[in-house]
C-alpha cells in the first residue's frame, strides 16, 4: 500500500498527488512512468512521474480526471492508500548538453514535459519552454516551468491568458524570429504532438514525442501499447515511451485511442450511478 501524503487540487479535475515510493524514487528519471492499481477490483492505469524526491521518498502523479479510475482516484484524500504501484517504468529521457532546446507541453502533458526540462536546463542548456492549455483555468504548473526554463511562453487556445493560440503556433512564430533549436521535445495530447512533428520536420530539428496508447501491463508482455514508428510496431512501454517524432504515425495512434470508448463510457457511467462507491465492489 502506497500513502497519499499530499493532494491538491491544480483545478476543479486535475489533481497532483505526492505518493510514498521510497523504491521508485531512488530509480525513476525523466520521462518515465509507473502503473497503479487502486485496489484489488481496479483497472491499472499508467502515470507519467511529474516530479520525485529522493531523499522524502515521494513520487509526484498529476491525474487529470475523464475515466472512471481517475475520478475514483479523485475520491482519494490525504492518507489514504494506494495497492499498487509499479516502476519506474519505460525508457529514461537521453539527457545532455544540446545547445537551446524547446520544451513544449500541452495540456496534462506539461507535467511530464517538466522534468525533463529541469534536467535539461542542469545539464547547461538554454531551455525555451512553451506551455498552453484551452484556457487560463486549466493552465498547470506555470510556476515549476519558469523555474524549469531558461525562458517561458504560455499559450491558450482561447487568448484568455499568455499568448492567444496554439504551442506549436508560437514555437513557429519564434522560430521565424530566429530562435535556433538544435533539439526539442513535445508533450500532450495526439493532435498537438503530430502538429509539433510538422513544425519540427519543417525546420529539421531533431525532437522527440512521448506516447500514451493504451497500456496494461507496462512491461512489454500484453501487447496494448503497440504504435508503429518508423513502420515497425514498437511497445511504448518498453521501447518507449519516448520517440522519435518524425517517425510516429499519430494517426493510427489516434485511431488506437478510441478503441475502447463505448467500454470506457459504460464504466464511467456504472461508477457515476453509484455515486462513486461501488468501484471497490465490481
Not at 482519494?76 to 517504468?89: A, C, K, R, T, Y
Not at 504551442?167 to 503530430?194: C, R, W
Not at 521501447?239 to 459504460?266: C, I
Request: net charge negative.
Amino acid at each position: 500500500m502506497h500513502k497519499i501524503i499530499k493532494k491538491e487540487a491544480l483545478t476543479p479535475e486535475i489533481k497532483l498527488y505526492v505518493v510514498d515510493a521510497p523504491l521508485i524514487a531512488t530509480k525513476v528519471r525523466p520521462g518515465q512512468f509507473v502503473v497503479l492499481r487502486l485496489h484489488e477490483q481496479g483497472e491499472r492505469i499508467p502515470l507519467t512521474v511529474a516530479d520525485f524526491d529522493r531523499d522524502e521518498g515521494t513520487i509526484t502523479l498529476v491525474v487529470a480526471e475523464i475515466g472512471k479510475t481517475t475520478k475514483e482516484m479523485g475520491t482519494l484524500d490525504e492518507g489514504d492508500g494506494i495497492l499498487d504501484v509499479v516502476g519506474p517504468l519505460g525508457k529514461a529521457t537521453h539527457i545532455e548538453n544540446y545547445g537551446t532546446v524547446a520544451c513544449v507541453g500541452g495540456g496534462i502533458g506539461i507535467a511530464p514535459v517538466f522534468p525533463i526540462a529541469r534536467a535539461l536546463k542542469a545539464a547547461g542548456n538554454r531551455v525555451v519552454s512553451i506551455i498552453g492549455a484551452r484556457c487560463k483555468d486549466i493552465l498547470i504548473l506555470e510556476d515549476w516551468m519558469k523555474g524549469a526554463s531558461s525562458e517561458l511562453h504560455v499559450t491558450t487556445d482561447d487568448g484568455s491568458y499568455g499568448i492567444h493560440g496554439f504551442v506549436t503556433q508560437q514555437m513557429e512564430k519564434l522560430i521565424g524570429e530566429g530562435y535556433k533549436f538544435d533539439f526539442a521535445v513535445g508533450i500532450g495530447p495526439v493532435p498537438m504532438m503530430k502538429a509539433f512533428a510538422g513544425v519540427t520536420r519543417r525546420h529539421n530539428i531533431k525532437s522527440i514525442v512521448s506516447l500514451n496508447p493504451i497500456m496494461i501491463d507496462g512491461t512489454g508482455m500484453c501487447g496494448v501499447c503497440r504504435v508503429e514508428v518508423d513502420g515497425k510496431t514498437r511497445f511504448a512501454c518498453v521501447d518507449g515511451p519516448e520517440f522519435d517524432a518524425h517517425l510516429v504515425d499519430y494517426d493510427l495512434l489516434l485511431s488506437r485511442q478510441t478503441t475502447y470508448l463505448k467500454e470506457e463510457k459504460q464504466a464511467l457511467e456504472r461508477f457515476e450511478k453509484c455515486g462513486g462507491d461501488c468501484g471497490k465492489h465490481e
